[in-house]
Each structure stands twice: as C-alpha cells, then as structure tokens.
C-alpha cells in the first residue's frame, strides 16, 4: 500500500529540519489529491509555496494577470467552498476621469486546476483592452518547496491554445479558451484583446493538467459522507457543520492497493496523505454521517496490520509524532491500534452491517492480543516502548478493553469477560499511580516516567479520560476515573488556566513552558477541543461543556468556519480575536471532523443499531438554543432530530426498525 508521504509535522525532531513556510494567510482549495495554495491577493508568483498541485507535485506556481498593462488592485481572497475560491480586483485605465476603477475582475480558481477570469466594463464608452496571463512552473514536490529547496522554472513550450512544461517523467498542460490570440514559449505569455462595450464582460477559461487532455480529471473519490445538515437559533451552527462535512468530503483520498476504498487525508498542506490515527478518529468522529468511512478505513489500516509472532504482531505502522518540550514523541500506530477495536464496535452500533463488522473482527482481536503483549510490568502500556506511560494512552487502552469486550460478546467470540477484567484492574491502577492529591482537589498526572515517577503537568490529554465510549443499549463505557477524579477533570478543564475562551489549551497556562503556539505545549486543538466537549456533554458537566463549545464555534466564525488544526491559546479578552499558527494544516482531518463531533453531541445520539434502538440525552440547557439535525444516518437510512430550547431531543425521521429506547 502507497499514499503520498505526509510531511513531518512541527515538533517532531529531525536531523536537520527546515522551518514549514507560513501558510495561515493562504488560500486552499483541496480536492483530494488536487490542491490549489493562493495568496490572498489571487495572483501566483512563482515565489513561495504557492501554486496548483495534484499528487504532491506542483503543476503551475506563476499565473500573473495583466490588464492594460498593469496589475489589478487586489480587494478580496474568499474561498466559496472546500474545493474554489474567488479573488476580487479592479483596473483602472485612465478612460475616464477621476480616481474611480473603471474594470472589475474576478478569478474563480478551482482544486481541480480550473481556473476562470473574467473581466467586466465598468466604463461608459467601449474600451479596447489587452489581457495578458503571464505562466510558469518548476514541476517541483511539494516537499521540497516546503523545505525551500530552489528549484529554477521551466521553459515553456506552445501546446496547443496554451503552455507545455516537462522534466524526466513529470509534464504539466495549461490551455486556455478562448484560445489566446499570441502564445509566446519564452516568456510563458498568454494574450489577448478584447473589444468590450459599456456593462460588457468576457471570461477566459485556463485549465491546468498533467497531461495533454483538453479537460481536467475530476479529482474526487465517491463520498461516502452524508450530505448531512444542520440548523437552528444560532445560524453559525449551520455554516460551521456544513463547512466540516464539505472539508471532510475534499481531503477523500483512493487506497491505492484497494481503490473503492477511501479515507480522510490527514490535512494540508503538510499532510496530504493517510495519517492512521487522524484519519481513524476523524472517520470515529465522521459515524454519524454514516458508516462508510469507518468502514473503509478500517478495512485499510487492517491491511497494514502487523503480521508475524514478533512483538509488533497485530500492531499497525505508524510515525512519531511530536509532543511537546515534556515528552518525547508518541507513536501514532499505537493510538491507530487502540482505536481500531473502539472504532469498529462504535460503527457497528450506527449500523455497519454484520458480515463487514465480522470480516475486521480478526484485525480488532490482533489489535487486543498486541496491546496485552505490550503491557509493562508495572501494568501500564508505554507509548512508545519502553517510553512514558502517558495517560491519554492508558484512556485508548481501557477504552479499546471495554468496547473490545463488547464486540467478541456481541458477536459470540470469547474473551469479552477477560477483558473486562482487564479494564477493571487498569481502573484500580490508574487511580492509585496517576492521580496527584494537592489542596486543590488533585489532578492527573500527564504521564509516568519509565522509573515510576509521575509528569504533573495539566495539559489536554486529561480530555481523553472522559472519552470512554459508546457500549451497547446505549450505554456509555466506565472511564478510568472514579466520580470524584471526573468532577475534578471536569472543574480543571472548565477553568480559565485549560479554557482560554476560544477552546482547551493543549497545556494549562501556568504550567512550566507553557507557550500559546505551543501545538502540545499550549496551542487550543480542536480535535482536542470536542473530545473535551463531548465527553463533559456526557458526562453531565454542563457548564464546562457549553463554555468550551461556545469557544469553539467563536474560533469557528472567526476562521471562516474552517477550523484549523490548531491556533494559538492566548486568553480572550473584549474585541481580541484567535491567532492563526503560521505552520498547521488547514483543512485538517481532525478539526473538521470536531465540528461534526461537537454539534452532534449536542442531540447526546446513542444508537444500537443491532438491537434497533436509539436513544438521546441532549445537553441540558440547549447552549446554541433550538438545534435541528437532518440527513445523518443510523441503521444506514436517514435520521433527522431536534433539540428545544429547554434541551428537550425529538427524533423527526428514523428507519422503520428503529424504537426509541431509554
């Protein structure tokens, strides 16, 4: 199995790494694997990572518009969706008096490499008017430009009604229609004159390729995403949710040993490729939109698993990821491989069929028989070994037992009361090492040192404690915590020190090297942010739940609703707005599948579809007002609810076979 290689993400450590460019400012259009990188003003330079990509290599980095000679005065970069953006301009040309724009221009710029310029008369007598498109590109991989490695453009060569590039096996096409009345190779220079009455308005098409085709591919895979919608009171919601699902749908990648397969990518730029742990809990966080994905995504991470008798049998491959200044690098495939029994007995409760759950059950069983092979002496399981004990890790474990459990006794496999076992002796050690007593009611322990010592700092791991997933009935799983450890978690990350008002800080504030840009030492996740959310939902923390989830669709509204992965946790105050981290990926993965988790867990859905129940526990106190769900999907049909504005959750439309249950 080959996908494009995701490139290192920041924090993680290198022999010699190179500063990721800047890309907070940019314009991204992405239809997996096509991707478009603009600066906000529209025009390609040349210079910098921008351009039109597909496949991690750079088709055109130069599209310089000219109209009567000059520049267009830029006035606005917007994107109109995952896959197009518009960018705004006028000219004047000094047909008529005064300092008034007498030309407008719009360019709508597609991931697919499509590109549409047209230009419109403002003025009151016809005007005659040359239009240049200046073209150029180097064919590099996008990882060597984001390692700022220089490589010189290439000549150009007439194709056509356009522009042909080609070095060693790479080519790149850009034609143009209407054809342009000069082609010149030399300067990469496309050109026209246009005739154009008064109100009049002509359009140029340049469509760029990697072959001599006269039409761009379509770039996206089958979606196996509902279209799903929501609206309500607060018409953010609406545009946050239908933003998320857009994205979610843009970064679908093909499996390519298994093409009818696909996945999420984990986000770009950076990461334009399979990711195991991001793109199994963002298919997780994706289930209400239906089961496909998971189901995919499983069935591929599946093929990856670790064969053998080794110590790794049953594991799936996955990179270090970086954690922060405290911590060395976690293992990603260790997360991917404690998800994957969760994650398939979660979709099997939102209604993936039972011959497909059956078929990934020995994958799910290899994953358990790993993760009791790898537990230490002192019964905890090092991430990575022989590495901290940290806590969201030993959280992954008790879940993946419990849901584990679930699933062999769903399907009359043995072992399911074994492992529950398991997950009860975790309990008792886990709140007899982890947790720290102080006069402050305590806390977590981020980690446990490989010698026993514990890591005291607060950072957002402590989140996934009160992840404990989605059990049969409807039931939630048991958390690692008792009671009293839950309200305790609950109060800490409702404070001010985790909550900076825009969602959870990866670290708490007062913490020892605590940094705002710090992507595990500081930085709001928003990944993070609505497990927080979800789980406080759940566990009845309803005051802690709507503050951080009304912080997140703040920081939603203030990205356009496109959620990057990660921006900087500095504490809002009256008029200040979220600050952008100039390297995280956006869209990512994982931030637009939060949206989806969030809202969601709003309406507290709890379906067993095997046993043709469903039931809801919204939020109390309906924090965004009255909220509507449709076109989610449980049992596979269409699953519409509403929540009141007193926090009161009706189903509107379900499968025939489901009933309401308790």
Request: charged letters at 20%; hydrophobic letters at 45%; one cysteine or more.
């Amino acid at each position: 199995m080959s996908h494009p290689a995701p490139l290192r993400p920041p924090g993680v450590p290198a022999a010699r790494r190179h500063e990721l460019p800047p890309v907070h400012g940019a314009v991204i259009c992405v239809a997996a694997p096509c991707l478009v990188i603009s600066p906000e003003h529209g025009q390609l330079t040349g210079r910098g990572i921008d351009g039109i990509y597909r496949a991690g290599r750079r088709l055109l980095s130069r599209c310089v518009l000219r109209v009567a000679g000059r520049e267009p005065v830029a006035l606005k970069g917007r994107s109109l969706g995952a896959d197009r953006a518009a960018f705004h301009a006028t000219v004047r040309t000094g047909a008529e008096p005064g300092p008034d724009p007498d030309i407008g221009v719009e360019r709508v710029r597609h991931a697919d490499g499509t590109e549409r310029i047209t230009v419109r008369s403002f003025a009151s007598r016809p005007v005659r008017l040359p239009v240049e498109v200046l073209l150029g590109t180097d064919l590099a991989e996008l990882a060597a430009v984001a390692a700022g490695h220089a490589v010189p453009e290439l000549p150009a060569a007439v194709h056509a009604a356009g522009l042909r590039w080609s070095t060693g096996g790479a080519q790149a096409v850009t034609v143009a229609e209407p054809p342009p009345d000069d082609a010149l190779a030399s300067p990469g220079l496309l050109r026209w004159q246009f005739e154009l009455a008064p109100g009049e308005s002509r359009t140029i098409e340049l469509r760029t390729t990697q072959d001599r085709v006269t039409r761009a591919p379509a770039c996206q895979v089958a979606n196996p995403l509902a279209d799903a919608r929501a609206e309500g009171d607060d018409p953010r919601a609406e545009a946050w949710f239908r933003t998320s699902v857009e994205d979610l749908g843009a970064l679908l990648l093909r499996d390519s040993a298994e093409p009818g397969d696909a996945f999420v990518a984990a986000g770009v730029p950076w990461r334009l490729g399979l990711a195991p742990a991001e793109s199994l809990w963002a298919a997780r966080m994706a289930l209400p939109l239906g089961t496909g994905l998971a189901e995919a995504t499983l069935r591929i991470l599946a093929r990856s698993q670790s064969g053998g008798s080794g110590p790794d049998a049953g594991k799936i491959p996955g990179p270090l990821r970086g954690a922060g200044p405290q911590l060395p690098p976690g293992c990603t495939g260790t997360e991917a491989t404690l998800a994957f029994p969760a994650v398939l007995a979660e979709a099997r409760l939102w209604g993936m069929g039972e011959e497909e759950v059956a078929r990934l059950l020995p994958a799910a069983e290899r994953c358990l028989a790993w993760m009791r092979g790898a537990l230490g002496e002192d019964g905890f399981l090092a991430d990575p070994h022989p590495g901290p004990r940290r806590c969201e890790t030993q959280a992954h474990a008790h879940r993946a037992a419990l849901l584990g459990a679930d699933l062999l006794a769903a399907l009359g496999r043995p072992g399911a009361e074994e492992w529950r076992q398991w997950a009860a002796a975790l309990r008792e050690r886990f709140r007899a090492e982890f947790w720290i007593d102080g006069p402050d009611g305590g806390r977590p322990a981020a980690a446990l040192h490989p010698d026993g010592r514990p890591l005291p700092r607060l950072t957002g791991a402590a989140a996934h404690l009160l992840d404990t997933g989605l059990l049969s009935g409807g039931r939630l799983a048991p958390g690692l915590l008792d009671r009293a450890g839950t309200e305790q978690v609950a109060r800490l990350l409702g404070a001010p020190a985790m909550d900076c008002g825009w969602g959870l800080r990866s670290m708490a504030a007062r913490e020892p090297g605590h940094n705002p840009f710090g992507h595990r030492s500081g930085a709001v996740r928003a990944y993070e942010s609505a497990v927080a959310v979800a789980g406080l939902a759940q566990a009845g923390f309803e005051k802690e739940a709507a503050g951080l989830l009304r912080g997140l669709l703040d920081a939603a509204e203030s990205f356009g609703y496109r959620l990057p992965e990660m921006f900087a946790a500095e504490q809002r105050v009256a008029g200040s707005a979220p600050l952008p981290h100039p390297a995280a990926c956006r869209p990512a993965a994982v931030a637009a599948a939060a949206g989806i988790h969030v809202l969601t867990a709003l309406a507290g859905i709890r379906p067993d579809a095997p046993a043709g129940t469903v039931a809801l526990v919204p939020l109390p106190g309906a924090p965004l007002g009255a909220l509507r769900l449709s076109g989610l999907r449980v049992s596979g049909e269409p699953f519409a609810v509403r929540v009141s504005r007193l926090g009161l959750g009706m189903v509107e439309e379900a499968a025939d076979v489901l009933q309401l249950g308790g």
